[in-house]
């Protein structure tokens, strides 16, 4: 079935001990079109002694594409660890590699818009023809829409974008009804999950976002009236991340990972966006 956007399932949805192919084998049985893939993911690739033409290979045996990359991150320090800046390189390399046009980057620490907004600028001139895809989080340095969106528009390139996702924007508190038309037309991309009623603590947050998320419209926070939010925003997501970190979810088996979170996504896109499962 050819859809509009690619229902992509991001990388840490099958977790990181499963072996490339299996990855891609267990996204492409439950109906994915594409698969979103980390730079450690990747290196995990490679560290099994594939090589990129062998990457490559598998892709084109099950008909499947990588068609999400990331994660840039510490991208506004002055001095970043070498380790970082080779992670940024190899998200650069996997960008020409895969034929993918946009990068997912965070952003935990806290700094002035203006500081933020210039060493935005600085990334995505590195980044080229890439788009830099920044992405709110309400325990990061960019907790909520407005100021990623402030930082977006201060930094004045035309590559910087943002990244929306559905743990994200809830676990911010942010009602859905305040996405503009002019931040619309400056999404990238869309990532899509569920949440359950009550958050973890803050100071415990993160651990919530990283292993306890649900797949999507199958917890408290109403999925459908996210992806109603992206549509009637006027969002053209290059993507359709489905990132449900979930170490219950995964102990079950990457198969029935796979399945269950590509089955639950299917059924709020048809509630709402049904266009985009047309052929």
Sequence with gaps: MSKKYPITISSWTLGDQCKFE????????????????????????????LYDEDILKILEKYNMKVTEVE???????NNR????????QMCFHMCELFG???INCGLM???SVEHTAQKLKELCHRAGKNIIGVEPMPYSGLPDLNKAWEVVKASGCDNAMLILDTWHWVRADQPYDILTKEQAAKVASIQINDAYERPYAA???RDESMHDRLAPGTGAK?????????????????????????????????????????????KVL??????????
């Design 222 to 266: 109403d999925t459908a009236g996210f992806v109603k939010m992206i549509k009637e925003a006027g969002v053209d997501p290059k993507v359709i991340g489905v990132e449900v970190i979930s170490d219950a979810y995964v102990a079950r088996g990457i198969k029935e990972a796979a399945s269950y979170t590509y089955e639950n996504t299917v």
């Design 22 to 49: 299996d990855r891609v084998a267990a996204a492409k049985e439950a109906g994915y079109e594409g698969i979103g893939l980390r730079a450690e993911t990747y290196v995990d690739a490679l560290n099994e002694g």
């Design 203 to 205: 100071s415990i947050l």
């Design 109 to 111: 620490e806290n700094y």
């Design 81 to 88: 660890s070498y380790e970082q800046k080779y992670k940024e």
């Design 270 to 279: 048809k509630e709402v966006w049904p266009e985009l499962l047309e052929d």
């Design 71 to 77: 994660y840039i991150v510490q991208w506004a320090e």
């Design 100 to 102: 993918v046009g946009h």
